[in-house]
């Protein structure tokens, strides 16, 4: 019988989204399945030009509720608040587990669209650096492709998305494609120039990030607004809804199924072949199944795991093309901190006007060219300078007329400096599925084992005493610092689980993203990472993808799938 | 990396009552929040708190926010918000953090009732409170006496609650969703407005 689709994507985040572009494009008749809500481009925004004083907790949302249900989104406070709370799932009722002497916090986004909707929007290239860094310090299984692999992809996936951002000819961090960077605030400048100034090895840049500061296609540019994670009708940062679903819906093949969680991806013993999924219901708890030529797992790191290792089958008693065993295994997320928070004196005459919804970063420059550390890899830093503003009322003394008087302009400057250090891959940190919890829809409940070993501690101890060295040079006052990590999972970089190799007895991905032991099974988010570099990743998610698709459609074309 | 908010009121308020209760003979005395103050037999102070009144609540908003050239915070709605926003948990409260703090400034001026005290002797009060609070610079003191963690609450709780409306966002400073074209990224502080909506400086 005739497969439903040419392929089924599962999952409509960054890599979803892109999966789906590529493969209409391309011609192919496309299911995508997606477990949350839809959201529509503009229409879904439904806080989107709210000011404070129109929603029912004056924005900062109603704190026993996320204290009973939003118990872990709400740690980011950056991100998560009242106006974009419906962007991030109800932990209470969506439990996971965390494995004894592990802490894990798991961000999700269960809505069309995914966290595309509500990610950092940071965008960097990986280096040769990165790429050969496995096999460079022998931890780890090395990286089957090189920057050359990938390097035309990234080309692609910028001139789509829009990155804006300033060229440096740095090794560690490629260039690309750039639309005009954004400019500095006066204590990032002056930060910038001591830093430059007094520590050859070292740059603060901007940041290159997925606003957009100049038209792309349909999408107007970038307000200054920050209300990002709200969703933005000027389409002015890339997410699913304003950029790839809108492509793959223009060419008709594209099937949008919302509110369908997918159980498992069926396997075919005798041919070797992936032949659809089993899906639930989110709503009506329908049990349904479709069939397809390829299947592409999108379904960020850590459910995609866990979907693989759903679909067991006496083939493969341990999970979906787990012949290696390494299913699961390798889960990283990089070691944050706030390293060091300087006040920055001199420039009180210095203001901004609006919300810059970018950082500035220090790329990394540990273990790069003579540098040469007692850790391995390194770090990069990512900041940012303000004034404080009127919420120091509350934070010193003062009342009445002189307190109002005095908060009618902004407080001192500060500058802060948080670490992304690299995480190595370790075996012991994984997605499991729990023995006997079930979520909502009766499945396994993912079970996450992880911990921070020695070298991330160390990177974020050295990363401490630079930002404060840095900031100290430039005359700031520092008035906090730390090398205390995060909880794991707080940079919301959560990667591996099924890593690409060479090798298919220690990998379950070949250098196409597509599984050794069923080869019209892909994975192309980032549970396809074996090393985590200290870049964000999601470039790299959105190249790899691209690159796959491409390798993919070709294939069936030619009758190899 | 951001930062949580403080929350100074943590202790349970039944572990509290519990332990009070086992505290021995104990006296009782009305406040001018409707509340109820007991006092143990160790002369320790302890504090059964009920609701803070309208009046309290208004006279406290007005005290740190009153109004001037614009509305202040009784005329912005706090007095309205504030006390539904601690019940819900903002600003490291909770629906009893103004009767008992109603019950430590009545304390400071038994046997009479704070509100009953002249504009000047209130203010006098407040300030010394307000001083002794944030006498050092930093993040809040977890061992800070309970009359300092309480005002800390509540008048960080006011301000967050007053430029939060509509009069304090818009009205006494300038609120600006779309900055747009007039954005700026380093310009004289003279140039421009100094805006409300500054979300990761406020909110965050």
Redesign the interface.
């Known amino acids: 019988m005739e497969p439903q689709f040419d392929a089924i994507v599962v999952g409509s985040g960054i890599t979803g989204g892109w999966s789906a572009k590529e493969l209409t494009e391309k011609g192919l008749k496309v299911l995508m399945i997606e477990r949350g809500p839809p959201i529509e481009h503009q229409s879904g925004y439904v806080n989107e030009m709210k000011a404070p004083w129109d929603m029912p907790f004056q924005g900062f949302g109603d704190a026993n509720l996320y204290k009973r249900e939003y118990f872990v989104q709400s740690k980011k406070r950056m991100f998560f608040n009242e106006y974009t709370q419906q962007h991030w799932v109800n932990d209470a009722q969506n439990p996971y587990s965390e494995a004894p002497g592990s802490k894990f916090d798991w961000f999700r986004g269960y809505q069309l669209g995914g966290k595309s909707l509500i990610w950092g929007r940071q965008c960097y290239r990986w280096s040769d650096i990165d790429f050969s860094a496995n096999k460079t310090d022998g931890e780890g299984l090395d990286w089957p492709i090189r920057y050359a692999d990938v390097a035309p992809w990234y080309d692609y996936v910028e001139k789509f998305i829009g990155v804006s951002g300033s060229s440096e000819g740095l090794e560690v961090l490629p260039d690309g494609h750039f639309l005009p960077a954004m400019e500095m605030r006066a204590a990032e400048k002056i930060v910038k120039r001591s830093i430059e100034e007094n520590f050859p090895d070292r740059r603060l840049i901007i940041g290159r990030s997925a606003n957009i500061t100049k038209q792309v296609g349909d999408r107007g540019p970038c307000q200054n607004r920050l209300l990002c994670s709200r969703g933005c009708s000027y389409g002015a940062y890339f997410s699913t809804q304003s950029s790839t679903l809108p492509a793959a819906r223009a060419t008709g093949r594209l099937t949008v199924l919302t509110d369908t969680v997918v159980e498992a991806v069926d396997y075919d013993p005798r041919t070797g072949r992936a032949t659809g999924v089993r899906t639930v219901g989110t709503k009506d708890k329908k049990r349904q199944a479709f069939t397809a030529r390829l299947v592409v797992m999108n379904a960020g790191t850590i459910n995609t795991n866990a979907i693989l290792l759903r679909s067991r089958s006496e083939r493969f008693p341990n999970g979906l093309a787990n012949d290696s065993g390494a299913l699961g295994r390798y889960l990283m997320d990089h070691a944050s901190a706030t390293s060091a928070v300087g006040l920055v004196h001199g420039i009180d005459d210095r203001a901004y006007y609006g919300n810059r919804p970018n950082n500035v970063i220090v790329p990394r420059f540990r273990n790069v060219g003579d540098d040469k550390q007692a850790f391995h890899r390194g770090y990069m830093f990512q900041g940012g300078s303000s004034r404080r503003g009127w919420k120091r009322g509350g934070d010193g003394p003062g009342l009445g007329a002189d307190l109002k008087k005095e908060l009618e302009g902004p407080g001192p400057w500060s500058l802060f400096l948080g670490a992304f250090a690299e995480c190595m891959p370790n075996a012991e940190n994984r997605v499991m599925l729990h023995k006997s919890k079930r979520d909502l829809q009766g499945l396994e409940q993912v079970e996450i084992s992880f911990n921070y070993g020695e070298n991330e501690l160390a990177a974020l101890r050295d990363a401490e005493a630079q930002a404060r060295a840095m900031l100290e040079k430039a005359g700031a006052t520092v008035v906090m610092s730390s090398a205390k990590p995060d909880t794991g999972g707080s940079s919301i970089h959560e990667m591996g689980g099924a890593r690409m190799g060479a090798d298919p007895k220690q990998s379950v991905l070949n250098a196409f993203n597509q599984a050794h032991d069923v080869p019209n099974l892909l994975v192309t988010d980032g549970a396809c990472m074996n090393s985590s570099a200290c870049q964000n990743p999601s470039l790299t998610y959105m190249a790899l993808t691209a690159r796959a698709c491409d390798n993919a459609v070709k294939q069936l074309k030619e009758g190899a799938l | ?2 930062g ?2 403080p929350n100074p009121d943590a202790a349970a308020p039944g572990m509290e009552r519990r332990a009070l209760l086992r505290g021995g003979v104990l006296a009782l005395f009305a406040t001018s929040a409707g509340a109820l103050i007991w006092k143990s037999a160790n002369t320790v102070p302890e504090l059964a708190p009920e609701l803070a009144t309208p009046q309290f609540v208004e006279k406290l908003c007005d ?4 109004a ?1 050239d614009t509305p ?1 915070a009784v005329g912005a709605g706090v007095a309205d ?1 504030l006390p539904n ?1 601690l019940r ?4 490291g409260g909770d629906g009893l953090t103004l009767g008992r703090l109603a019950a430590v400034l009545d304390s400071k001026v038994k046997p009479r009732r704070f509100l009953a005290m002249a504009p000047s002797e209130q ?1 006098k009060i ?2 010394a409170l ?2 002794a ?2 006498a050092h ?2 993040p809040p003191d977890p061992n800070a006496p309970l009359d300092q963690k309480l005002w ?1 609450t509540v ?7 007053y ?4 009069i304090g ?2 009205k ?2 300038t ?6 074209s ?23």
């Open positions: 990396m951001a949580g908010v005290m740190v926010i009153p001037t202040g918000f926003a819900h948990g903002l600003f203010v407040l300030e307000d001083a609070t944030y610079p930093g800390r008048k960080s709780g006011i301000v967050q609650s430029y939060t409306t509509e966002g818009a006494e400073l609120f600006d969703l779309v900055p747009g007039k954005y700026r990224a380093d310009v004289g502080v003279d140039e421009v407005p100094y805006l409300s909506n500054y979300w990761v400086e406020n909110i965050i």
